[in-house]
């Protein structure tokens, strides 16, 4: 029997996040655990009027690339997926694995090389998301390795899943629409701002150059559940030292502590307690890099706890995260890179941030009663 809920996650997506549209093509991405949101999406999007694409591959796909795959093959740029984001109207991507741990094994210059293949791909569809040719989101689907990583039981997660993307609501797009009024608060001030100030007890103490740049108000249209507002940094104005609090997860590999000092806009030092060759080795994996491409704001207070899963733990409400390397050019960032990771530090413990020198966040709450709040 479907599950309900995921009748009306397909619902949003579709209908709020995406605004499907008669004729639009939609590329439906999934990994075959996902196949009862596949389904949902698939109905939701004929519904709607569109021509649904589906792609699905099994997990093991990625794990025998890795292992057997030689540098041409890592580096090969596959005109195939080049030609298929230069046609679709509609992306809507689900995560979700049997086993999130199955590349911690991998070299981690292999994961850099095949980073690096989908580079040009991946900044082709940031241009045409920015120039609104392309609408897209990226949502995930709630399986036993997620909940397992977050420590819950598969019931508790789904609920956590569900209440966080305001689905347990009888018109959760309406909520999505409340709260993104409430961001564009934070937005309209934030794009008058030329420099960001961040402290934390634990040893932030992060400057980071904004000036001239485009915020962006994530109201369920990018990310689902959603719950942020960020930009894309000066590229050569981030000074300082970020003390990131939680694990930081990439292509399936994990790294805990990691504190990077900024000079001039680069990361000059890097250190982690675990996971320090692979921090390295992305770090190194092209000129980009060691650059901001993001910072932002977690907003979503429905969202309380770390899981080790980027797409909610970058909203968690009284945090912030940095992204090392491509940066989105809606925001007027310039930075290239084949990598975009997040990384999340917590300001609920006596975390400061100063908007050109106002405090405009103590302790995870901003100050001004307008902007979102728990």
């Given at each position: 029997m479907q599950d309900p809920r995921l009748e009306k996650l397909a619902d949003v997506l579709v209908n709020y996040s995406t605004a499907v549209r008669a004729g639009d093509l939609v590329r439906l991405a999934a990994p075959p655990i996902g196949r009862p949101l596949l389904v949902a999406l698939y109905r939701a999007v004929l519904q709607a009027g569109g021509h649904p694409h589906v792609e699905m591959a099994p997990d093991e796909c990625a794990e025998i690339k890795l292992e057997t795959a030689n540098d041409e093959q890592l580096h090969y740029e596959d005109p195939v997926d080049r030609f298929t984001t230069e046609r679709i109207d509609v992306s809507i991507s689900m995560w979700g694995e049997e086993n999130t741990k199955a590349l911690t094994g991998t070299d981690p210059t292999k994961q850099a090389l095949a980073s690096q293949a989908r580079k040009n791909i991946r900044a082709r569809f940031m241009e045409r998301a920015a120039a609104g040719e392309l609408r897209w989101v990226g949502t995930q689907f709630p399986c036993q390795a997620v909940a397992q990583d977050a420590q819950m039981?598969?019931?508790?997660?789904?609920?956590?899943?569900?209440?966080?993307?305001?689905?347990?609501?009888?018109?959760?797009?309406?909520?999505?629409?409340?709260?993104?009024?409430?961001?564009?608060?934070?937005?309209?001030?934030?794009?008058?701002?030329?420099?960001?100030?961040?402290?934390?007890?634990e040893g932030t103490d992060l400057k980071v150059g904004v000036e001239g740049r485009k915020w962006i108000n994530c109201d369920g249209h990018e990310n689902f559940p959603d719950g942020e507002v960020f930009t894309g940094p000066l590229e050569n104005a981030t000074e300082g030292v970020v003390c990131f609090s939680f694990p930081a997860v990439h292509g399936g590999r994990e790294v805990d502590g990691v504190r990077l000092t900024f000079k001039d806009g680069r990361v000059v030092d890097a250190s982690a307690t675990h996971g320090e060759k692979f921090l390295l080795a992305m770090l190194d994996s092209d000129a980009g890099a060691r650059v901001l491409g993001?910072?932002?704001?977690?907003?979503?207070?429905?969202?309380?706890?770390?899981?080790?899963?980027?797409?909610?733990?970058?909203?968690?409400?009284?945090?912030?995260?940095?992204?090392?390397?491509?940066?989105?050019?809606?925001?007027?960032?310039?930075?290239?890179?084949?990598?975009?990771?997040d990384m999340v530090c917590d300001l609920r413990r006596g975390g400061e941030v100063f908007a050109d020198g106002e405090l405009i966040s103590k302790d995870g709450r901003f100050v001004i009663s307008s902007w979102p709040q728990s």
């Open positions: 039981s598969l019931a508790a997660y789904e609920q956590f899943v569900f209440e966080a993307g305001l689905l347990y609501l009888d018109n959760p797009a309406g909520a999505w629409r409340e709260i993104s009024r409430r961001q564009q608060y934070v937005v309209d001030y934030l794009d008058a701002v030329s420099q960001l100030h961040f402290t934390t007890p993001e910072i932002a704001f977690g907003t979503n207070y429905s969202i309380r706890q770390y899981t080790k899963n980027t797409l909610f733990d970058e909203k968690i409400g009284g945090t912030f995260h940095a992204a090392l390397g491509l940066a989105y050019p809606e925001t007027g960032g310039k930075n290239e890179s084949g990598l975009h990771w």
